[in-house]
């Protein structure tokens, strides 16, 4: 057995010489095997143990249990006791979830205090199987059918190679006593169903299922970081042109990938694909999706801007971060208007103070520079193929009569364009955050 642990942990590259680790002692077989087998081989392990206080005696005894393991081998063991009743009803998940996160939480703060490498936990290869069919069973995307990984950050799993025969074979052979949870006994749970019902059955349509399940979730963990590494791709970019995807041959999971970094769940990604131009879609981490056309546009969604008053020359800054700076001079000779997008030139005469800047509403207008009627902005933004989110977040700048003189970065209105009877230019310059 130790052959085939010792050569999953060098492939997977799970544990050093001369590191010093965790070891989750539950008191069960699998976590006494695996403190067994680490320690003989040389290993410089601790045990820890938590006692959740959820069976009565039966937790006393696991503790007891671990302290003569430990004691009879000289293993350093640390233990911890929860009351999990009182944590799960105050942060309001069930007893599962809160010995989860008790156990998880304090195996890492102690691993921390320790400076040890990683945690080493018991899964092992039936484990990952019950894992495979539960997915299976509720419903899963190729992720959940890749089983239990050998690395999870600092949690590290070197049994998920052997089955749970093989490591009650190896405790028979070393005389080595294990304590039983009898919760494990019950089939009212979900994973006690698989593996005391489902799993039987199922050998007895083929005796190597479990192998057999093990190898497809392994083939299929190599499928996932192929798409991985084409969603790190993707992920570096905002814009995602479905069009690109088809060389790939099934865009939908790709893009239900790639939406995954944003925050969109499984069901939105779906109603993306379909929804017709325009239509926008908000995620639970705080970002804005736009169907346009063949692409898709993430960004973060839209926070309210104050509008900022401007009462005479000078620089001001925007909440955002964003500045205009306002200067007003004399014509001189050989004067010319500025042609930087982000710099404009006015009649000083034409323009009213206070100037307003604002991001655009509904109904706006005003009168494009060259052109003598009025246009709605909303229509001058289209005719520039702006999309939705880039028309949400326009400012504009407008005077105190309320023209407005600078679609900023666009467009000056025509009212108050520079002329040959232009005494004073007013030039406004703005500087994105």
Not at 244 to 265: C, D, Q
Not at 401 to 412: E, F, H, P
Request: net charge negative; hydrophobic share 40%.
């Amino acid at each position: 057995m130790w052959s085939k642990v010792r050569k999953y942990i060098d492939h997977h590259k799970l544990l050093e010489d001369n590191g010093l680790y965790l070891v989750a002692l539950s008191g069960g077989a699998d976590s006494v095997a695996l403190l067994l087998l680490l320690h003989e081989h040389g290993f410089r392990v601790h045990a820890a143990h938590c006692n959740f206080h959820l069976r009565g005696g039966e937790s006393d005894r696991d503790e007891a249990f671990c302290e003569s393991v430990c004691a009879e081998r000289q293993i350093p063991l640390h233990k911890a006791h929860f009351d999990t009743h009182e944590y799960a009803q105050l942060h309001k998940v069930s007893i599962e979830m809160a010995a989860r996160e008790l156990r998880y939480h304090w195996f890492e703060q102690l691993r921390r205090d320790m400076d040890a490498d990683g945690i080493c936990v018991a899964h092992h290869r039936d484990d990952s199987v019950e894992t495979v069919l539960l997915n299976l069973i509720r419903g899963t995307g190729l992720r959940g059918l890749t089983g239990i990984q050998p690395r999870n950050g600092y949690i590290l799993r070197p049994l998920l190679c052997v089955s749970r025969e093989d490591i009650e074979q190896y405790l028979l052979q070393l005389h080595q006593p294990y304590v039983t949870d009898s919760t494990n006994l019950e089939a009212d749970v979900q994973r006690n169903k698989v593996r005391l019902q489902l799993l039987p059955l199922l050998k007895t349509l083929n005796p190597a299922v479990s192998d057999n399940i093990q190898q497809t979730a392994c083939h299929l963990t190599e499928a996932q970081k192929v798409l991985d590494a084409i969603n790190v791709d993707l992920a570096r970019h905002n814009i995602l042109e479905l069009s690109l995807l088809t060389k790939y041959g099934s865009s939908e999971y790709l893009v239900f990938e790639w939406l995954k970094n944003y925050g969109f769940n499984g069901t939105q990604a779906q109603q993306i694909l379909t929804a017709e131009t325009g239509r926008v879609f908000s995620s639970s981490m705080g970002y804005d999706l736009l169907r346009d056309r063949d692409r898709l546009i993430v960004e973060p969604s839209l926070k309210p801007l104050k509008t900022l008053r401007i009462p005479e020359e000078g620089t001001y800054v925007m909440e955002d971060g964003a500045r205009i700076v306002l200067k007003e001079t004399v014509v001189s000779s050989g004067f010319q208007p500025s042609k930087d997008p982000y710099r404009v030139t006015l009649d000083a005469d034409k323009v009213a103070f206070p100037l307003t800047v604002r991001r655009v509403e509904p109904g706006d207008s005003m009168q494009p520079f060259g052109m003598q009627g009025r246009k709605l902005l909303s229509d001058l933004m289209t005719d520039l193929k702006m999309t939705l989110f880039e028309k949400r977040r326009q400012l504009v700048v407008v005077d105190a009569s309320g023209v407005i003189v600078w679609l900023v970065g666009l467009r000056t209105d025509n009212r108050c364009r520079v002329d040959h009877n232009t005494h004073d230019v007013l030039t406004l310059t703005f500087h994105n955050p």
